[in-house]
């Protein structure tokens, strides 16, 4: 009796969690290419990643063009004991003048590049920043796909321990089992529903996470995940490498680092060449005595001289180790690109290879083991924890099937993040079932 009161709270405390599932089932199967569209559209993040992009890119122009003019006004030889008296001495002058800077040939289309190679590194940290997100959305998304199949499963084998409740209490009504049988039975059922609990807990911490990197409120609910099948990749381990190296985002960003780095170089060496400053004058004169007071221009050039020395090799220098840093990154990252291609491409075949076991052998195998249970439990030829041994066996393998579907798919999009491409273009296709055919419930009764 005590037994069935606890269980009792259990399963309306259950029922209060329902709710949220069957908001979750009300709603339309969500669609990847949608929820990635959307992150793409609203991320703060990749927001403010392609604001920074738009900010160095302004920089260029500033980059390549001269410094503003310098305008000059002034009096010159100005009488001190008459000041405001400009016409006393056919010295004194009004002057207008302009200045302006001019840096040696060849450094303004470096600083330029300079800018230039800078910000198209950061436009491919978007594209990069990009790729991020798209995995982040979709291993989101087959979380939520495994713990959504995880739930049908959990309740499944609840229906299940109904039934071998109800046919070990048959028994013992009967005298032909055991008390202790219905109590394992209804312990073993206490067990799957406070699974259930913990899985609407996941799917709940899971939708928040999927509505935080769409940037939509933590509470929106989130559809089904739609069934899919898993085809083998197409593409080998070399012509993956050969589409890493041609679009991988990061590897492109690097190179643009690269070449800013040989600018900087050679803008560095051109500082050992000076600057110069060119300046015109106007001076207006008045007549004054015998002076007929004629106006006068001054022009000129000025420019530094690049006595500093060690200041312009330490400068050399430094950017020498800018490529140096860029070059090693670049040759890290290549190397990183090529172990994780081989890693991902054998997990993708593992599970492949593990769900086609699964669907076509190992459940069908472990239901008619279960099938088998069942009746000779019934006519008393198997005991109660041979009957429990063969549910749980059928349940792990479940379990594992759709785990191994959904670590395909997440490793998926792993690879494309790593490869910088869409591998998986055409939607998934239906999913078959464990058994290859359509979807069916496990029945225990006979």
Request: a neutral charge; hydrophobic letters at 35%; zero cysteines.
């Amino acid at each position: 009796m005590k037994m069935r009161v606890g269980l009792f709270v259990i399963s309306s405390a259950l029922l209060l969690n329902t709710g949220f599932a069957r908001a979750a089932d009300a709603l339309p199967p969500e669609n990847l290419s949608n929820l990635v569209a959307s992150a793409l559209a609203n991320n703060p993040e990749l927001k403010s990643s392609d604001a920074r992009w738009q900010m160095f890119r302004n920089r260029i122009i500033r980059s390549r063009s001269f410094d503003d003019p310098m305008l000059m006004l002034k009096i010159q030889n100005g009488l001190i004991n008459d000041p405001l008296n400009f016409h006393k001495d056919s010295m004194t002058q009004k002057v207008i003048g302009i200045s302006q800077q001019i840096p040696f040939w060849g450094k303004r289309g470096l600083k330029g590049e300079v800018a230039e190679r800078e910000a198209e590194s950061y436009k491919w940290q978007v594209e990069e920043r990009k790729l991020e997100l798209k995995r982040m959305v979709a291993e989101t998304y087959y979380q939520l796909y495994f713990t959504d199949k995880s739930r049908e499963i959990v309740d499944k084998n609840i229906k299940i321990l109904d039934d071998f409740v109800t046919i070990a209490e048959s028994k013992y009504s009967v005298g032909q089992g055991t008390q202790q049988d219905v109590f394992k039975a209804q312990v073993e059922r206490s067990k799957i529903l406070d699974m259930r609990i913990t899985l609407e807990q996941q799917r709940k911490s899971l939708q928040s996470s999927l509505n935080a990197l769409l940037f939509r409120p933590a509470d929106t609910p989130v559809g089904t995940i739609p069934d899919f099948d898993i085809p083998p990749l197409a593409l080998s381990r070399d012509d993956l490498r050969g589409r890493a190296r041609e679009n991988r985002p990061l590897l492109k960003s690097l190179n643009a680092l690269i070449e800013k780095g040989k600018a900087v170089h050679k803008l560095a060496e051109k500082e050992y060449y000076p600057d110069f400053n060119v300046a015109f004058e106007y001076m207006q004169r008045d007549r004054s005595g015998m002076d007929p007071g004629d106006d006068m221009y001054s022009l000129g050039v000025t420019f530094n001289l690049p006595l500093q020395r060690k200041l312009r090799q330490a400068t050399v220098a430094e950017s020498s180790s800018e490529v140096t840093m860029a070059n090693e990154e670049l040759n890290s990252l290549n190397n990183s690109i090529d172990a994780g291609i081989s890693d991902l491409v054998a997990q993708l075949e593992r599970r492949r290879k593990l769900a086609e076991l699964y669907k076509t052998g190992i459940i069908p195998q472990s239901e008619q083991s279960l099938e088998s249970a069942v009746i000779g439990y019934r006519v008393s030829k198997v005991d109660f924890l041979t009957l429990l041994d063969n549910r749980l066996t059928l349940f792990n393998n479940e379990r594992e099937l759709y785990d191994s579907l959904a670590d395909y798919q997440m490793k998926l999009a792993q690879l494309e993040a790593v490869v910088g491409i869409d591998l998986n273009p055409a939607p998934p296709g239906p999913a078959v079932s464990p058994s290859g055919g359509p979807e069916h419930s496990q029945h225990t009764e006979h």
